[in-house]
């Protein structure tokens, strides 16, 4: 049964606590897979599933139906197998220090973005006995990974023989759907798989799309789409998540650890870049930078205290920051959400601090524990 109290739940003992209800993100990928129709679903878990727990996260998706998982790095990849995680697993960047051939013995997909990481893919295929098979990313204009456009042919001739999972690449300008990069992009696919095909190359799937693409683009979802943020309910656009519907995962609260009425005139924290206008009340928040608050949320981000908003006052320190509660009743112990369900969005943190969600949410300290709801 769903837990209704999550949302409202106090940080408990801890002084901060991220939430992460895995209800919400097993709704998401449920959601997104009625979205996708017949494509399959990857759900992106690197980075610790984007600050939300790999291990807990991928659990939960492979439970609500993802058809894969991905991670970018093939460590990544290990430590998902080494906590039990089963079934289709792509890593896709590549390293030559990386342990591949542990990473084909625990039946991990390899992705290959250059002849030399073909050739350390298939040593490794032989070195473990096993039958090769890869993925091909191809740039068609992101300019960072990818097979050049000049090696498609001699890319696609070498893996003629072996078994190619599939052929893919990642747009550069998704979170603007209509940004004509995308159409270049798709463009430039087509021709990649064309070449594919001329070198007698068919990938059993071929993927295009990550989160944007995936809500905003249905002309670019192919067979699969990777997607990442929009599965942990933050949009990759800078809009709203709920429109497309799908919630947040993670809701990042805290404590006050102090509370204290100062006279009009007081300047607050580093640099006394907030003053008081009238007699008020200060609370102390114990989060700062150390735990992921960006240092540009001073002065700008917003909090709720029991559903009111209220905005940091003055510089955030390496562990704390204050807000000014003017006349509202608050006590040490009273819980503050920085954002999530029951307080401001992740996409409102990112705008007033000139990110995005991704940096919000995969930049959370080792210090601030996550604590997990639901399940499978
Ligand atoms: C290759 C690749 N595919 C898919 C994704 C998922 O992107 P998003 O979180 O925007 O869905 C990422 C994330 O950066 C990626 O690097």
């Not at 494509?39 to 610790?48: F, H, M, R």
């Not at 999972?165 to 463009?187: F, G, I, K, M, Y």
């Not at 709203?240 to 809701?251: A, K, S």
Request: aromatic content about 6%; some cysteine.
């Amino acid at each position: 049964m769903r837990d209704n109290d999550r949302v409202t739940r106090a940080v408990g003992p801890a002084r901060a606590v991220a939430d992460i209800d895995l209800w919400a993100y097993a709704a998401n990928v449920r959601a997104l897979k009625r979205r996708i129709g017949s494509a399959q679903l990857l759900c992106v878990v690197k980075a610790d599933a984007y600050g939300h727990g790999a291990e807990q996260c991928a659990a939960t998706a492979r439970a609500a139906g993802a058809d894969w998982l991905g991670v970018a790095f093939v460590d990544e990849a290990l430590a998902l197998r080494a906590a039990g995680d089963r079934g289709p697993l792509l890593a896709w960047i590549l390293n030559e220090h990386d342990d591949l051939a542990g990473a084909i013995a625990r039946d991990v997909d390899l992705s290959i973005s250059s002849m030399r990481e073909l050739e350390l893919v298939l040593d490794a295929y032989h070195a473990a006995g096993a039958p090769p098979r890869v993925h091909v990313e191809v740039d068609t204009g992101l300019s960072r990974g990818g097979v050049a456009p000049g090696d498609w042919d001699a890319v696609f001739a070498a893996v003629r023989d072996i078994d190619v999972v599939s052929v893919w690449s990642h747009l550069a300008c998704a979170d603007e759907p209509t940004h004509p990069a995308n159409d270049a992009q798709r463009a430039a696919f087509e021709r990649a798989l064309a070449v594919a095909a001329s070198q007698g190359v068919t990938p059993r799937l071929r993927h295009l799309a990550n989160s944007a693409a995936t809500l905003t683009r249905p002309d670019l979802h192919f067979d699969l789409v990777r997607v990442g943020m929009a599965s942990y309910g933050v949009s990759p656009m800078d809009d709203n998540i709920e429109q497309f519907g799908l919630e947040p995962v993670m809701t990042v609260r805290a404590r006050i650890a102090q509370v204290r009425t100062v006279p009009a005139g007081t300047g607050v924290s580093y640099g006394h870049h907030y003053v008081t206008d009238a007699d008020t009340r200060l609370a102390l928040v114990p989060l700062g930078y150390a735990d992921g608050v960006p240092r540009a949320a001073s002065n700008r981000a917003p909090v709720a205290i029991d559903g009111a908003r209220r905005t940091i006052a003055g510089t955030v320190c390496m562990d704390q920051f204050v807000i000014d509660v003017g006349a509202t009743e608050v006590e040490v112990g009273d819980d503050v959400v920085l954002f999530g369900a029951g307080g401001p969005s992740a996409e409102e943190w990112a705008r007033v601090c000139g990110t995005i969600g991704y940096e919000l949410t995969t930049r959370l300290g080792v210090r601030l524990a996550r604590r997990f709801h639901g399940g499978v």
